[in-house]
């Protein structure tokens, strides 16, 4: 589902949304194999008992697992130029947003099977009461942890110069700390050097 544009501000774009991992679905999953191995075996003996198993074990299915396949499809992670949206519910809604500007630091985890699978959880610091925001289930989370902090940068940048259209200077800027950041994550730079060329940048 997604994002409506309409909610976005007039210089507001998204960088990137998307769903939950896909390990989400696999309890779902689990109950729909062992619930059609349930009435292969009823069709098996007798076809009317089947039928009636057919029934039923989609009916189980639905109570039992259809609410995370709806959890699933009905929530949003979504990163603009500005914040970081959560949006969960499919009747009942549920939202969470936190400006980029208020974010101090981006952290992940991943356990063993989650890196095999390729999900983990971000846990995102900011100032003010929010504190913490643990983002969970976050396909990639470290290739989402590194676009956070250039896109950070972009709008601390973008604050930094006031309102109206960046001029050629600024583009300037936002590509070489782009430059930068892939660097270090390539390992070219430590992060001393980083944080110092970054320095360099900012101040001119």
């Known amino acids: 589902m997604r994002y409506p544009e309409r909610l976005l501000t007039e210089d507001e774009e998204i960088v990137r ?47 039992v697992a259809g609410r995370a396949v709806l959890d699933y499809w009905f929530t949003n992670y979504v990163l603009t130029t500005e914040r970081i949206i959560v949006r969960s519910g499919m009747v009942a809604r549920n939202g969470t947003e936190i400006p980029l500007e208020n974010i101090n630091n981006v952290l992940f985890s991943q356990r063993v099977i989650e890196r095999l699978l390729g999900y983990g959880d971000v846990m995102l610091e900011s100032a003010g009461s929010q504190g913490q925001s643990r983002l969970e289930d976050i396909p990639d989370p470290e290739a989402f942890q590194s676009q956070v902090y ?34 270090r994550e390539r390992g070219h730079l430590s992060e001393d050097e980083f944080a110092e060329q970054k320095r360099r940048l900012l101040d001119g």
């Open 17 to 63: 949304q998307f769903r939950p991992h896909w390990r989400v679905l696999l309890p779902s999953l689990s109950w729909a194999m062992i619930l059609a191995v349930g009435v292969g075996v009823g069709f098996a003996f007798d076809p009317p008992v089947g039928r009636i198993a057919l029934g039923v074990a989609v009916l189980i299915w639905l109570l």
């Open 150 to 183: 250039r896109v950070r940068e972009a709008r601390s940048l973008a604050l930094r110069h006031g309102p109206g259209p960046a001029n050629h200077a600024d583009g300037d800027v936002v590509t070489r700390l782009e430059r930068l950041a892939d660097l």
